[in-house]
């Protein structure tokens, strides 16, 4: 496989479920990003991770939760989810960003959450 | 502060005409620029990139745009469009010193009439 793979491709839950999201990147990145896409919205970067560390989360509720085991895994945990959350989770890789990376985001194909 | 405008949500052509998606952008110093594009229910791929090289930068499938510094633009053109560009584009700046961070336009969907 090459590229950046996310499954399930698509997940219907109820508020009260808990479920996960997974990204795996054949790339050889260092960096994976979540980032949440509503209908009718700009892309919303949710949490970075570099080199396994967490370097970013933009004020995401705690009912999503993310874990990097290494650079090419990157999983979001979800619990007592909210109907505003049904949206497109996309997961994104690049190399190491650094303070100045002009290196582009490989992303893969999504999870289409739907929240009942 | 960095920001990327795109300024049609909505872009209608003929199939073989030319596309022209515009972009202007802000920024305090020499960003990266960077078009994507997304097909229905499809993560983004990126067509080009601009890294402070030659201005005018070629892509995937025939795109290209042109950075204009003193208009900070970077409108992304084809010159015939084909009925498989039928999707949503994204203009995406990543500010100096910010760690790789993307900011993204509102998008443009595309579509492209037989």
């Known amino acids: 496989e090459t590229g950046v793979t996310q499954t399930p491709r698509h997940l219907v839950m109820g508020m009260t479920n808990k479920k996960s999201l997974k990204c795996e990147q054949h790339?050889?990145?260092?960096?994976m990003y979540w980032y949440k896409q509503s209908a009718k919205k700009p892309l919303e970067l949710m949490f970075v991770y570099n080199f396994k560390e967490q370097t970013e989360n933009n004020s995401v509720p705690s009912r999503f939760s993310p874990e990097c085991p290494n650079s090419s895994h990157l999983f979001l945990h979800l619990h007592t989810l909210q109907p505003e959350d049904s949206a497109l989770y996309l997961c994104?890789?690049?190399?190491?960003?650094?303070?100045?990376?002009?290196?582009?985001?490989?992303f893969g194909d999504g999870t289409r959450l739907s929240i009942l | 502060a960095q920001s990327v405008t795109q300024l049609d949500s909505h872009v209608s052509v003929s199939e073989g005409t030319p596309v022209l998606l515009r972009c202007n952008y802000s920024?305090?110093?020499?960003?990266?620029l960077f078009w994507y594009v997304q097909h229905p229910n499809k993560g983004l791929q990126l067509l080009l990139k601009?890294?402070?090289?030659?201005?005018l930068v070629k892509g995937i499938n025939g795109f290209e745009a042109e950075f204009k510094k003193s208009e900070t633009s970077f409108h992304l053109t084809k010159p015939s469009a084909h009925m498989s560009d039928a999707a949503e584009y994204f203009c995406?700046?990543?500010?100096?010193?910010?760690?790789?961070?993307?900011?993204f336009g509102q998008g443009t969907e595309l579509s492209v009439k037989p």
């Open positions: 601009y890294t402070s090289a030659a201005t």
């Open positions: 920024s305090s110093y020499s960003p990266s």
């Open positions: 994104a890789s690049s190399q190491d960003p650094g303070g100045n990376s002009n290196q582009p985001q490989h």
């Open positions: 995406v700046v990543t500010p100096y010193n910010q760690g790789g961070k993307l900011i």
């Open positions: 790339l050889g990145h260092n960096a």
